[in-house]
């Protein structure tokens, strides 16, 4: 019998060579799949610093404290006893300690002998409402109040801008938010009783080292005494992208 299909045309004779072919192509695509890594790309942050051109102060509310009367006195008795008593009683003579015209003082005190103190008060009045602001160096040429509160407030700016440094670890965690701070101006124009508030400790830090830097300046004046001057500034922290 005569074959009538050519031996060169069958299909299954190499079969076994393209599935090898075939397994090694598909074996080196999922290897190359599961091989695949990805990297996060690093994006890089800009420190701005955002102050408002105006600081508005908090003036402290007082509220007046409504003292309970004293409580009424002991009412007396209504029968008052009489009791007699023998026994004689001696009389103590009790001279007068008053003096008039005719006394004579035989001590003299010299003027040079007696000591005045001067009691400092300790008087806390507002920024908003104080006489006299405190005046920062370089202000000293302003005439009116007004003028010094102004510079006053353009110079507290200006130091916060000069002095700002973000801090690293609040940056690589990509913290933000405003810190409010709040100091005094004592009666010789020092900074003192700083305390902060705000999202983060190291903001807080941060805020607190600035104001800790501030010169001293003049001390405000209320009716020609130097007295203390409660100040508070908000400082935010934000990240541009």
């Not at 001590?107 to 001067?118: L, M, P, Q, R, T």
């Not at 100091?183 to 705000?198: E, H, L, M, W, Y």
């Not at 941060?206 to 501030?214: H, P, T, W, Y």
Request: aromatic share 8%.
């Amino acid at each position: 019998m005569e074959l009538k299909k050519n031996p060169q045309a069958d299909l299954n004779r190499n079969s076994g060579l393209y599935f090898v072919i075939g397994l090694t192509l598909v074996l080196l695509v999922v290897w190359r799949a599961l091989e695949y890594k990805t990297y996060d790309t690093q994006t890089e942050y800009v420190q701005v610093m955002d102050i408002p051109d105006e600081l508005n102060e908090d003036i402290p509310i007082t509220k007046a404290l409504n003292t309970p009367p004293p409580p009424p006195p002991p009412l007396a008795p209504e029968i008052i006893e009489i009791v007699e008593d023998a026994s004689e009683v001696e009389e103590t003579i009790i001279e007068s300690s008053e003096i008039n015209q005719n006394t004579v003082i035989q001590e003299e005190i010299a003027v040079n002998d007696v000591e005045v103190a001067e009691e400092e008060e300790d008087v806390s009045v507002p920024f908003a409402i104080i006489e006299n602001v405190p005046v920062f160096p370089g202000c000293e040429s302003m005439v009116t109040n007004a003028d010094k509160k102004a510079c006053f407030q353009k110079m507290i700016q200006e130091h916060v801008k000069k002095e700002f440094t973000y801090p690293a670890g609040a940056l690589e965690l990509h913290i933000q938010g405003k810190v409010f701070v709040y100091f005094v101006i004592d009666q010789k124009g020092f900074i003192t009783g700083i305390k902060t508030r705000g999202p983060d400790k190291s903001l807080e830090q941060e805020a607190s080292r600035i104001v800790a830097a501030l010169p001293k300046m003049q001390p405000g004046r209320q009716r020609g005494n130097n007295v203390k001057v409660p100040y508070s500034i908000p400082i935010n922290f934000k990240m541009e992208m």
